[in-house]
């Protein structure tokens, strides 16, 4: 077949198979060529490794993996696109897709079934920017044996992961990424690379998942509570965000955060991990949770 992120091809392929663009779904599907290869080249696709894809699409990114991979299995939730993945796709053996959605399937079943001869296992996607977040972080809290991370998502999102936690352009996600994972910024996609082309400027970033978190923060649970809380009203200091929606009584958040060793009209944008890990630890140690 024909390059797949040929316009002509791509619309040829969808005519064929009476598909049309869903809107809610996100699809975007990527007509510049040089794109894929790079992020399969970026994302640890080899010989040794498998790797996890959530919605491939047409299979533009697909092939580029099973071109490189020992094996590839694209998880794909609009049904539609399967008998236009199962002849873009035929040429390749090691290729596996399941229809389903990322975010209820068992993926430590499926890593389990279908990558059990491969050394490593990388998860490499174009994700749909309205789940980008959802999707990444069902990734790390799930504590799948996965090595890294690698994903296009919506610049604004990429900045936002890849900032440093205590920065202002940080944000709970940042937080969330961190403790499991050191993200690092690779290259940005420009809206024509796509059809249809979005209305934002894409990027490729890529999480490598760290052996477990370097921070001791006295409760996982607890921890992301704490961050929640005080990312609810970041603009307002710690001694009142942390009191938003009852998760500590003021007296509670003065007595943390003094045993912290932060000043109560910090907000909470300032403070690096090892501040974050420490606030946990004392509110733990405060409220028994």
Do not use: W
């Amino acid at each position: 077949m024909s390059s797949l992120s040929d316009i002509g091809t791509i619309k040829d392929v969808m005519q064929r198979h009476g598909f049309s663009f869903s809107k809610g779904l996100g699809q975007n599907f990527l007509v510049n060529p040089s794109v894929c290869p790079r992020m399969a080249e970026l994302g640890g696709a080899n010989e040794r490794a498998g790797v996890l894809e959530i919605g491939p699409g047409i299979g533009v990114l697909t092939a580029e993996l099973a071109r490189r991979a020992r094996r590839v299995v694209a998880v794909e939730l609009d049904e539609r696109l399967l008998p236009v993945l199962n002849e873009t796709l035929a040429a390749f053996s090691n290729v596996t897709i399941i229809h389903g959605d990322a975010l209820k399937l068992d993926l430590a079943a499926v890593i389990r079934e279908h990558f059990a001869d491969c050394e490593r296992v990388a998860v490499c996607a174009n994700l749909p920017y309205y789940i980008t977040s959802p999707i990444i972080m069902t990734l790390l809290e799930s504590h799948l044996p996965i090595t890294s991370i690698t994903v296009m998502v919506q610049k604004e999102a990429a900045d936002r992961i890849c900032a440093a936690v205590g920065s202002r352009e940080s944000g709970a996600l940042t937080v969330a990424i961190h403790y499991y994972a050191a993200p690092r910024m690779l290259f940005r996609v420009s809206p024509g690379s796509f059809m249809p082309p979005p209305k934002v400027t894409s990027a490729v970033i890529r999480m490598e998942l760290l052996p477990e978190p370097p921070y001791d923060v006295g409760d996982e649970k607890v921890f992301f509570a704490t961050v929640k809380a005080g990312f609810s009203q970041r603009r307002k200091t710690l001694a009142n965000s942390l009191t938003s929606g009852g998760f500590l009584t003021r007296e509670q958040a003065a007595e943390a955060l003094a045993n912290a060793g932060i000043a109560p009209n910090t907000r909470i944008e300032a403070l690096n991990m090892e501040k974050l890990a420490a606030l946990s630890r004392a509110v733990v140690a405060i409220t028994g949770k």
